[in-house]
């Protein structure tokens, strides 16, 4: 398999002219950029997100509850390039660039794994679908599941103050019940998901303007 390069970034976000190989990056905590994508829409008139089960295989937050689709921009290309092909590539769905929703740049440091240290700048979108994303393909080496969650719930989890709440499963099978807590997600220490489903909140009030991370 091929190396997978990925374009250094400085402290600003910018590109350096500089390409660095991924598991060096993660070891020397190299700056580099990422794709960001959370899946929102009404179900039974609630808002909802999907979160996805990242693989027990993943050298990083295994087995954690994600966005519905995150992933590295190799070298040479952004979110225009990139998005549509981690959601196909993840999730099996087809979703036009135009079709995303910006809600700004998350800068994220991930120290939590002995030898790694992950620090990017996200790119992170909504993608509204509207009556939900149908069947999921999902890429195995990747997610595990998909789980759906009424926003209403999530922001008493992330807020604390729910210690738990129960989701539905989407992908693999539909409709069982799954308890999670804040613990079950990847780990943040800039409250990441409370603040994207504040977002959600605001954006199927019809409040569309700032929606900015």
């Not at 002995?114 to 080496?141: H, K, M, N, R, S």
Request: with cysteine.
């Amino acid at each position: 398999m091929a190396t997978e390069m990925f374009d250094m970034l400085d402290c600003a976000g910018r590109k350096t002219g500089t390409t660095i190989a991924r598991d060096e990056a993660h070891r020397t905590g190299a700056w580099h950029g990422a794709f960001h994508c959370l899946i929102v829409y009404e179900h039974h008139r609630k808002p909802c997100v999907l979160f996805q089960k990242r693989a027990t295989t993943k050298m990083i937050a295994p087995g954690k509850f994600d966005v519905s689709v995150g992933g590295h921009y190799a070298a040479g290309e952004d979110a225009v390039v990139a998005g549509p092909r981690e959601i196909k590539e993840e999730l099996g769905l087809d979703v036009p660039f135009s079709g995303l929703v910006s809600v700004g740049r998350r800068v994220f440091a991930y120290c939590f794994t002995p030898g790694i240290i992950e620090q990017e700048f996200q790119d992170v979108f909504f993608y509204p679908c509207v009556g939900g994303p149908g069947d999921l393909t999902l890429q195995a080496e990747e997610v595990d599941a998909v789980i759906e969650l009424d926003v209403e719930s999530g922001i008493s989890l992330f807020s604390g103050a729910s210690q738990s709440v129960t989701a539905m499963l989407v992908s693999p099978g539909k409709g069982a019940a799954v308890v999670v807590t804040a613990d079950d997600f990847v780990p943040c220490i800039d409250n990441y998901y409370l603040k994207l489903l504040l977002l959600v909140r605001q954006y199927f009030k019809g409040e569309r303007n700032f929606l900015v991370i």
